[in-house]
Structure formats: C-alpha cells, structure tokens
C-alpha cells in the first residue's frame, strides 16, 4: 500500500466514525475549525522536529558552542539582576572558578583519551596500514564493476556517493521495466512500494549531493535517516516471496539488493571516516579553548583577591557573566559535537543483517 492509498484510507475511516456529520465526536466542535486546527499543529510538530534535528544533528557545531556560551553569560547576569545569585561573595565566586579549573582539567584528561582513541585507528605498522589500504581499494574496486561505464570511481566523497547512488536508480528502473505485469496484485504492490521509495531517496540525494567539495557531514547527512537495510531486506522478501520469477527479474532483484549493500556499507564507512574526524576537531577544540578558560578563571580569583574594589557594580557582573561563559567553551564543545557524534552513531548501529527497534520505519 502506498502512503497515499493509506493516507486515503484512513481519512475515509475519520469520516465514518465522525457522528452526525457535522460535529466532531461529543464536543460540538464543527469539522471546520478541526481541519483548520491540524494544519497548525502540524506546522508547530514540524517546527518542533526542524529544531530537534537541528540541535542534534544538522546545526553548526561552532555556533552552537559560542550561543551556549552566550546563553550561559546573560542567563547568570539576569539571575544577578532578579537577585537569584549575586557576585558580591569573594569566597563564592573564588571557590566557583576553582571548581571550573578543576572541570577544566577533567575535559582535558577526556580530550587526551579522545586522542588516543583516533590515533589508535590512524596510526600502526606498515602491515596493518597496507591491509586497510587493500580493503578500502577492494572495496573501491566493486563499487566500479557495479556500472560497466565506470572506470575508476572518484576519490571526492560526494561524487563518489553520487554515482553509486545513480546506479542504484538505474538497477530500480531497470527491475521495474524487467518485472511482469502477470505476477499477482500483491507482489506488483510490493514491487511498487519498494521501486517507488527508492526512486524517490535517489532522486533526493543526488539533489542534496551536487557540490563536488563537500565535508563529509554534508554528504553523509543525506543518507543518515534512510533505512536501506530495510529495503534490502524487503527486496529479497519479493524475491522469495513471488513465485515464477523468470531468470531475467531474479537478476535485477539481486542486481537491485547489490546495490543496496554497498550504499549501506558505504554509508557505515563514510560515517567511521566522519567519528574519527571529529573525534580529531573535538580534541583540538578543547585544548584551544581549555587555555583560555584557565586563565580567565584565575584572573578572576586573583581580581576577587583584591575585593575587586576598582570595579564598579554593573563592571564586575559583567567581567564575571563573560568569565563564565569562557569557562564554560570547553565543557560546550564536547557537548555540542558530542550529541551530534552520539546521535549519527545510533542512528546508523545496524549493518544489514538486522534492524533494531529504534531504527524501524
């Protein structure tokens, strides 16, 4: 059943049980003003979801660091301001950034074992960088048999991405010419369900994937949602499950579930190239900005050491605000690459031969 043909149906059911036509159920609320309401609340779950999506995955990372932190800076100077905290105790604000250098120091004990974590998959004897050499050119190697007009196959991500993807177009469009209009009424659905979606996730990411220079984000973010484990899986569902395939629709079947593999392994391996990548920004990041944290947050004992006298009221809120949301750079950053590296990876945890729950349509 297409989304449509479901989407009918079940507006057909809303009808049906709608008493008396005009009203909806026992609230005397005319249909009118309902179907008014649901545009609107869809608009405000699909405004929900866009910010969602952007806070765990598709919003800058560097920007989202530096908003925390501003968030942090005015947060704590209105709470000044309502009374909630106050910068006048010396002892309060020197144990605070004491307790911050100490944090500080924490994320840099993270950062080191971030390090070496990346440098263990990047670095070895010349034995295992050969063998990883000749599994990623093997690899590379059948991806080009899969198009007979392909030569060598780009070393730029997206084009790369871009051309098993219009193989992968072209093996559905050839299935759907290839299979017979003679097989039963379930298996063309089937037949239509899965040729359909596919066409249609092939169609998008070439759209998404047409600037050559992309990061690997950029070009990973367009495969991240779509379950092609489970198309894979339902594709040789219509193999087994349709019977009297000619020789000629079980090879574009298989030709089809080929295809799928590959832009299934191509995304896990696209995705490991991204974790290790920033895994490599995230360590970075916090040594840039742990030296400054540390240094701001002593030069804000020592100014209390002295009863910051020379500053007035409104100055010291606001030297202590800033000084705060410098401390807190470090602890934003492995938070904002962390949730997005955390959510890739459990979004993308299956390989094929299973499908967890979380990743289900």
């Known amino acids: 059943m297409t989304d449509g043909e479901s989407t009918g149906r079940r507006g057909e059911g809303d009808v049906d049980d709608a008493p008396g036509g005009d009203d909806r159920g026992d609230t ?3 249909d009118e003003r309902v179907d ?17 999506h952007w806070l ?24 000044d301001i309502v009374g909630v905290v106050g910068v006048a105790s010396p002892s309060l604000i020197a144990s605070t950034f004491t307790s911050a250098i100490t ?7 993270v950062t080191v074992s971030i390090n070496q974590l990346v440098l263990s998959r990047v670095i070895g004897p010349p034995d295992t960088i050969r063998k990883r050499t000749e599994s990623v050119q093997e690899f590379r190697t059948h991806v080009e048999g899969l198009d007979a007009e392909q030569t060598v196959s780009s070393t730029m991500p997206a084009a790369f991405l871009q051309s098993l993807i219009e193989t992968l177009d072209e093996r559905t469009r050839a299935l759907e010419d290839e299979f017979s209009a003679e097989h039963d009424d379930d298996a063309q659905t089937d ?19 047409q600037h050559p220079r992309m990061t690997l984000y950029e ?30 629709e079980e090879r574009a079947i298989d030709r089809v579930v080929e295809a799928l593999e590959e832009v299934n392994i191509t995304r896990h391996y696209f995705k490991t190239l991204y974790v290790h990548e920033e895994l490599a920004t995230v360590s970075r990041l916090i040594l840039v900005t742990g030296l400054p944290a540390v240094i701001v947050s002593m030069g804000i004992i020592l100014l209390y050491s002295r009863d910051a006298i ?14 705060l949301g410098v401390v807190l750079l470090p ?31």
């Open 219 to 248: 070009v990973l973010e367009p495969i991240l949602t779509n379950e092609f484990s489970q198309y894979h899986h339902e594709a040789r569902e219509l193999k087994a499950s349709t019977t009297n395939l000619r020789a000629d």
């Open 56 to 79: 765990l995955v598709s919003g800058d990372r560097r920007r989202m660091v530096w908003l925390l932190s501003a968030a942090a800076t005015v947060a704590f100077i209105l709470a």
């Open 103 to 109: 944090g500080v120091f924490t994320i840099v004990a």
């Open 28 to 30: 005397g609320v005319p």
């Open 331 to 361: 602890l934003n950053v492995l938070f904002a690459y962390g949730l997005r590296i955390g959510t890739i990876a459990k979004m993308t945890t299956t390989f094929g031969t299973f499908t967890p729950v979380d990743e289900m349509p």
């Open 191 to 209: 037949l239509e369900d899965l040729t359909g979606t596919l066409r249609n996730i092939c169609t998008q990411v070439e759209k998404d994937l």
């Open 310 to 323: 020379f500053l007035g009221d409104p100055y010291i809120l606001i030297v202590v605000s800033v000084g």
């Open 36 to 52: 008014a309401e649901q545009p609107e609340l869809a608009g405000r779950e699909s405004d929900r979801n866009r910010i969602v």
